[in-house]
C-alpha cells in the first residue's frame, strides 16, 4: 500500500455564515478513501453529506461558506490552500463529480459530443477532431447506443437515465482517480437506478478509480460499496467495511437507519401480519446550535446522562471499525 | 440497454432550428422579416437601380409629387427624394445597428459582471443603472449634443463626428435594460447544475461565463437588441427633426422628415415618404422581436 491514502479528509470543517449565524454544515468530518475502492457516505438530508463532497472539489461558494478548520489531503497534498487555477488543474483530470439532477447538469445549448470534447480538450489538449472522437468512445463505453450519430443531439433528445450516462461520460472523459456521485440515481426510475449504479460500477473496473458515492439509500450502500461512512448532523457518528456494517451497527443512528430499510419478508410471519415500518423518531437537529454533547441524544432510545455532557469521540471498536457512540 | 433504432431518421433539431420553427409560427414576424428584407434590400442595392445623385439641384422641379421622374417626388430644392431615402436609411439602419451593438456590449458586460460578482458590486452596480434610468433622457441627449458635436466634428469630420456622437449617445444611454436583463439571467443560470458541474470539471471563471452562462441569457439579450435597434432609429429621427442631429447635406429619414416640416400643407409627400420609411422599419424590427422572442423564449416546452 501506498504512504498515503487516496483521499483522506481530516477534522474537516466547513461553516455557513448566514443571518442567523454560523450553520456548522459540516462540522470535524474525517474520513478517507483508497485507490480503486467505493466508499459510501449515507445520511439523511441535511446531514453534510454533499457539502463535504462540494468541499473537496472547492465547490462551495465562499463567502457565505468557509472552510474553518481541517485538511482535504489529495495524494498527501492539502487542497483546502490551492489557488483557483491549481484546483482547476485538479478537477476533471483527478476528482470528477456526477450530480443528483441529470435533467439539468448538461448545458442545453451545446451538443453532448461538445461538451465532452470541451472537457478533453481543456484537460487534455487534443485536437478538435481527436476530441469529438474520444467523445464518441466516451459515449460507447457508457453505453449510449448508436454514439456516432448521438453525440450531435442536444441534452433535451436523451432521457433522464441516458443524460445520467451522459454526464457520467463526460465526468470520467478525463479518466480521473476519484468520482464522486453526489445521489446519481435519486431523480431516476428504479430500473434505471440499478443500470446506473452497474455501469458506475463497471466504470470503476475499467478505469480502475475510486468512487466516493452520496446517497441516503441503505440498499444502494449495501450493493455498491466497500466501506461505509455514516454522518450524522456534520459528522461521521460510524465508518466501517459494508459487511461489518450490516452484520454489527454500532451505533444508534446506524441501527435505525438499517431497521429503516424496507424488507419484503418482514411482516409476513404468521401472526404478525402487520409489522410497521420501523423510524427514527424526531429530525436532525439545527445545525445552528447543534447540542453540546452527542447529537443523536434526542432521538435515541439509549440517551444517558454522559451522553449530553460532551461530544462522543470516534472510536475503534473493532479492526477498521470506528464509532462515535460510548455506549 | 438497447440502442434506440427510430424506424425512421428523426430529423436533428437544433436549437437553432427548432428556434426558427417556432419563429415561423408567428406570422407578423415573417411578415417584419420579409419588409425589414426588403428594405435592406433598397439599400444596398438602391444607388445602382436609381442611379440619381441625392444632391442633385433642379429649381424647374421643386416640392414635385410623385411622378415617373420622381417616384417619390422632389423637395424644395428638387432635389429627388426617392434617391435621399435610400441613402438616408444606410445612415438611420446603421445608427440603429450600431446603437444597438454599443447598447448590448454595454449592458451584457454590466450585467454579467454584477451577476457574477454578486454582492456590493452588484449593489453599485445597479445603483449606477437604476441612475442612468431615472435620467431625463431627451434633455440630457440634447445637452451632450450641443456640448460635444463641434469638437467631434473637428475630430472625425462632419459626418463622422455626428455619427459617431449619437450611436454613443443614444446607446450609452439605452444599455440599462439589457444589463438587468443579462444580470437577472446570470443570477439564477450561474445556480444552474450545468455550471456547477461545469466547474466541477475544470472550467475556469471566464470559460464558465462566456461559454457556459452567457450562450444560455443570450435569448432574451437578441430581443431586446432589436427593439433597441427600432429605438435608436426613433431617437436619431427626433434628434435630426430638432435639427440637432446631421446636416442637411446628409438627408437621413429623420432629417428629411425635419425639412419636410414646413411644407406639409403644399407637398405633403414629402413628409410622407421618409415617415412610411421610419414607420415601417421600426414596425417591422418590433415584430421581428416579437417573434424572436417567442421563439428563443427560455421557458419553451421542448
Known sequence: ?????????????????????????????????????????????????????????????????????????????????????????????????????????????????????????????????????????????????????????YPHQFSGGQRQRVMIALALACKPKLLIADEPTTALDVTIQAQILELLEDMKQRLGMAIMLITHAMGVVAENAQRVAVMYAGQVVEEASVEDLFADPRHPYTQGLIRSIPRVDAGRAPGDARTRLAQIPGSVPSLLHPPTGCRFAERCAHTTEACRAAPPPLRSVAPNHNVACIL | MASTTAPKPKPPLSPTREAWRRFRKHRLAVVGL????????????????????????????????????????????????????????????????????????????????????????????????????????????????????????????????????????????????????????????????????????????????????????????????????????????TLSFLGLGFPPDIPTWGRVLFDAKDYLDIAPTWALFPGAAIFLAVLSINFVGDGLRDALDPRRVH
Open chain 2, 34 to 237: 420579409i419588409v425589414l428584407a426588403l428594405l435592406v434590400l433598397a439599400i444596398i442595392a438602391g444607388p445602382t437601380l436609381w442611379p440619381v445623385a441625392i444632391d442633385d439641384i433642379d429649381f424647374a422641379a421643386q416640392l414635385k409629387p410623385p411622378s415617373w421622374a420622381h417616384p417619390f417626388g422632389t423637395d424644395d430644392l428638387g432635389q429627388d427624394l426617392l434617391s435621399r431615402l435610400i441613402h438616408g436609411g444606410r445612415i438611420s439602419l446603421a445608427v440603429g445597428l450600431s446603437a444597438m451593438a454599443v447598447s448590448a456590449s454595454v449592458g451584457i458586460t454590466i450585467g454579467a459582471i454584477a451577476g457574477m460578482a454578486r454582492g456590493w458590486v452588484d449593489t453599485a452596480l445597479m445603483w449606477v443603472t437604476d441612475l442612468f434610468l431615472s435620467l431625463p433622457q431627451l434633455p440630457l441627449l440634447l445637452l451632450i449634443i450641443y456640448l460635444f458635436r463641434e469638437k467631434l466634428k473637428a475630430l472625425l469630420g462632419a459626418e463622422g463626428g455626428v455619427f459617431v456622437l449619437i450611436v454613443i449617445v443614444i446607446g450609452g444611454l439605452r444599455w440599462m435594460p439589457v444589463a438587468r436583463l443579462v444580470r437577472a439571467q446570470f443570477l439564477s443560470l450561474r445556480e444552474k447544475e450545468f455550471v456547477e458541474a461545469a466547474r466541477a470539471l475544470g472550467a475556469s471563471k471566464f470559460r464558465l461565463v462566456v461559454n457556459h452562462i452567457l450562450p444560455n441569457a443570450l435569448g432574451p439579450v437578441i430581443v431586446a437588441g432589436t427593439i433597441d435597434v427600432a429605438a435608436a432609429i426613433i431617437a436619431e429621427s
Open chain 1, 1 to 153: 500500500m501506498t504512504p498515503h491514502h487516496l483521499l483522506d479528509i481530516r477534522g474537516l470543517k466547513t461553516w455557513f455564515k448566514t443571518d442567523d449565524g454560523m450553520v456548522r454544515a459540516v462540522d470535524g468530518v474525517s474520513l478517507h478513501i483508497d485507490r480503486g475502492e467505493t466508499l459510501a457516505v449515507v445520511g439523511e438530508s441535511g446531514c453534510g453529506k454533499t457539502v463535504t463532497a462540494r468541499s473537496v472539489l472547492r465547490l462551495i461558494d465562499m463567502p457565505p461558506g468557509r472552510f474553518e478548520a481541517g485538511q482535504i489531503m489529495w495524494e498527501g497534498r492539502d487542497l483546502i490552500p490551492l489557488t483557483n487555477a491549481e484546483m482547476d488543474e485538479i478537477r476533471a483530470r483527478e476528482i470528477s463529480m456526477v450530480f443528483q439532477e441529470p435533467m439539468t447538469s448538461l448545458n442545453p445549448v451545446y451538443t453532448v459530443g461538445e461538451q465532452i470534447a470541451e472537457s478533453l480538450r481543456t484537460h487534455e489538449h487534443l485536437s478538435r477532431k481527436a476530441a469529438l472522437e474520444g467523445a464518441v468512445d466516451m459515449l460507447r463505453l457508457v453505453q449510449i447506443g448508436n454514439a456516432e450519430r448521438r453525440i450531435n443531439d
